[in-house]
């Protein structure tokens, strides 16, 4: 059993939160004189609710989560940011992840000056527990999983991340920004088991929202709550509200995109594999596939000068020769796959 008390900064423990206009008053009313706002240029010239109340049920009926255990954040990085701010005390406490993962953990944590230790991944980038509490100390307040993983776009195994979850004393953050793309369900149907959970999702991947800048955060209502307190007061604009609301109606369209997404990877790695340049496929859970190749560098610049660009991961633990692809349209990805066979033909 975690201790929230013991385990949150002690200034946010204490901290006396914001209170803005909108939070006092709460209710029916026909003139607004509390916020000096504008009173012309409606309905913009009103701040936006601060706990996205409508946004939240929407999220709620489909994910079937309480509407009371979700945080709504500007993208996935404000909660990655907030998490740490939460739990971690500067120059003290630690976070452990996995390595190699997304990129944004460890630069939230040097922002926050909270030390970042990472634990590698076996060879097939397989999640392995015992050496993850070989790195936990007395000092860590939080591990960072990610699953399905970026950039190595598996699955991690259920099983080690349950002992990590039940066996570590912090909070286990658990990104799940690419679950549509998976056959899992991931462990929104296990939040209510796990107090110390805090499950990332975004509109950004399977949704197509990018550019409105919506991350989801699953947590006991205790940590949602913790984040609310640190928030900025109007993190998600009313635009990005309204525009989420209107997609929302319309799920079924992210499920045709998903489904085509999928049947776009199944041929994207068909073709992959007869393209001489490509030396290994990684197997893919997610919106996108790790392939090792001979000269990644060189690869990289070759495609750049043909005005295509993909991700050049050989730098990062366990990647050497590695490029990250994305599953783009049917033609997106021909185009790609004429440029590795003219490659191939005459590589360097
Ligand atoms: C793309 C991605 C996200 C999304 O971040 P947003 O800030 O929500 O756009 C989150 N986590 C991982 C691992 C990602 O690859």
Known sequence: MINLDNLLRKNIKSLKPYSSARDEFQGEASVFLDANENPFNAPYNRYPDPLQQLLKEKIAGIKNVPA???????????????????????????????????????????????????????????????????????NTRLVFLCSPNNPSANYLDVSEMEKIIEGFEGIVVLDEAYIDFSNHVGFLPKLSKYPNLVI???????????????????????????????????????????????????????????KEILANRKLLVDQLSNISCIKKIFPSDANFVLVKVDDAEGLYKYLIDNKIVVRNRSKIALCAGCIRITVGSKGENEQLCMALKQYSLNPG
Do not use: H
């Not at 452990?96 to 040097?110: E, L, N």
């Not at 509109?203 to 949602?224: D, P, Q, V």
């Open 200 to 258: 990332l999702q975004t509109f950004s991947k399977a949704w197509g929202l990018a550019a409105i800048r919506l991350g989801m955060a699953f947590a006991s209502k205790e940590i949602i709550s913790v984040f609310n307190k640190i928030k900025y007061p109007y993190n998600i604009n009313a635009l990005t509200q309204e525009y989420a609301l209107k997609i929302l109606n319309n799920d079924e369209q992210k499920n045709k995109w998903v």
């Open 68 to 138: 009371g255990n979700i945080f709504l954040g500007n993208g996935s990085d404000e909660p990655i940011d907030i998490v740490i701010r939460a739990f971690c005390e500067p120059g003290e406490n630690n976070i452990v992840a996995i390595d190699p993962t997304y990129g944004m953990y460890k630069v939230a944590a040097d922002i926050n000056n909270v030390e970042y230790r990472t634990v590698k991944l076996s060879e097939n980038f397989e999640l392995v527990s015992t050496s993850v509490f070989a790195a936990i100390d007395k």
